[in-house]
C-alpha cells in the first residue's frame, strides 16, 4: 500500500472508530473495519458511484442472497452470448456487440423487421448516429442472431422479475438500479462477507452507515484529484 492509500485507509478507520460502541467483544462496527482493511480497492470502487447510486448499493446490500441470484442470472447470460458469436468474425462480434449497448435497440429491431419493417427509421431516429448503420447491416445479414440474443435477453428479464417478487418496493427499485452496474454486482459478490456485514449494520443503523459512506467519497474522490492534478504537472 502506498503512502496516498494508506493515507485513505487510515482515515476510513478513524472515521468509523469514532463511532465505536465499547464493548468487552468485538463489535460489529469493528469486525466492518477489519473487513475494510482487506477489501479497500473495492470499498473505494464502490463510494465513488454518485449518492443515488450508492443508496441503491446500501438497500441492495441487506438481500446479499438476491445480489448473488442476479450477479448468477447475468453471468449465465453474457457466457450464452459468448457462445452464441464466437463462430463469427471479430468484425461481427463486434457489430452485435455494439447493437447490445443500447438499451431495447436489438428488441426493437427484431419486432420492426417482424412488422415489415416500416418503423426502422423512427426506431433509430432515437438512438446515435454512429449505429445506424450498423444496425441495418445487422438486421440485413444477421436477423436470425438478433432473434437469438434478443431471447437471451428476454429470458434474463423474466428471471430478474421473478426473483424480484418477494422484495420490498424500494429493494425492487434499487436492484433494477444496479442491473446496468454489472462490475458493482461483481465487487459485492466477490466480497460477500463484506456485503453481508454492511447490509446487515445498515438495517440496524441506517444513517450511521450513510455517514461514513458520505464521509469515505470525500475522501476518496479528494485523494483521485489529488492523484490527477500530480500527474496533470508531470506531463
Known sequence: MNLSKRGIFLQVLVIMMAFFVPANGQTDKQLLAQLVAQDE???????LYPEETRTSILEATQYPEALIKLESIQSQTSE?????IEAYPRSTQQMIWDLTRYPQLIERLVETRKAGGADLNTILKGYPEVIHARARKALRSHLSELMKVN???QSAESAFESLLVHYPSSTKESLRNLVALPEVLTILTDNIRLTV??????NKEPDWVLRQVDSLNLVVARENAEELEGWKNSL
Open 41 to 47: 480497492e473495492a470499498i473505494n470502487a464502490l463510494v
Open 151 to 153: 431471447e437471451l435477453n
Open 80 to 84: 450464452a452470448f459468448r457462445k452464441l
Open 197 to 202: 456485514l454492511v447490509g446487515d449494520l445498515y
